[in-house]
């Protein structure tokens, strides 16, 4: 049975819209109305003491998320990116890592929450470490929270290696929806791990949910973190 007239100008169309995104440079893959256009944001405020981790460095204290911003917005939201960090942090699977509660780190150190601008007490970091049972402890700061659109979040971390109390990596990084590469570089996270059905499947929805921008953000500046060697 031969084709339709139909059927071969729906066939038609299709290549001549697969031939127009290949010669413009526009991503094809997904929905033809969801392409990304344009560079992406990449965390750049970071410092790494190696490229590689320690072997020895197998699981980590993370400390309780804080903040010196006096501001309800990002106190509310101290707990909810806490969360996401965890989460986050999960998923990468190259660490045990030890949640250390508020209450636990006060006692061990007089405060709920530490944080990493901080001058840490001569011995804090082997103490803490010790009582968690880690070989490293990593720090967490909320330094800005927008959860509303256009969405920002801005963290500061450092992780600091027990024996020597050396830092082995840090970040200092905003991630602001209003800055269109931040744009492009959330909606290619979409497109390559939170990908839903339905209206979800367009990647502009992650400008439209904390939540999904929360985890964009918190997944990036964990890129950044040195490789771990497995031997």
Not at 52 to 67: D, K, M
């Amino acid at each position: 049975m031969k084709p339709d007239s139909s059927c071969r100008a729906g066939v038609l169309a299709t290549l001549l819209l697969l031939l127009g995104s290949l010669s413009s440079g526009c991503e094809i893959s997904g929905p033809a109305s969801d392409t990304v256009i344009g560079p992406g944001f990449l965390p750049r405020n970071t410092w790494r003491s190696s490229a590689v981790l320690p072997f020895e460095l197998r699981r980590i204290a993370l400390l309780p998320t804080a903040s010196l911003v006096d501001s309800a917005t990002v106190n509310s939201g101290r707990i909810s990116m806490g969360n996401v960090l965890r989460s986050e942090l999960s998923r990468q699977q190259a660490f045990e890592w030890v949640v250390v509660a508020p209450s636990q780190l006060k006692r061990w150190s007089g405060r709920e929450e530490w944080v990493s601008t901080s001058e840490l007490p001569s011995g804090w970091v082997q103490d803490v470490a010790k009582k968690s049972g880690c070989d490293a402890v990593l720090l967490s700061e909320l330094t800005d929270y927008r959860p509303y659109p256009p969405f920002a979040i801005g963290w500061r971390l450092k992780l600091v290696e027990a024996k020597e109390g050396r830092i082995l990596w840090s970040a200092d990084e905003v991630f602001d929806a209003g800055n269109p590469k931040v744009v492009n570089a959330a909606r290619r996270f979409y497109r390559t791990n939170l990908v839903a059905s339905g209206a979800l499947a367009d990647s502009r929805s992650v400008l439209e949910s904390p939540e999904r921008f929360a985890r964009y953000a918190t997944a990036s500046v964990l890129s950044t973190l040195p490789e771990r060697t497995i031997k």
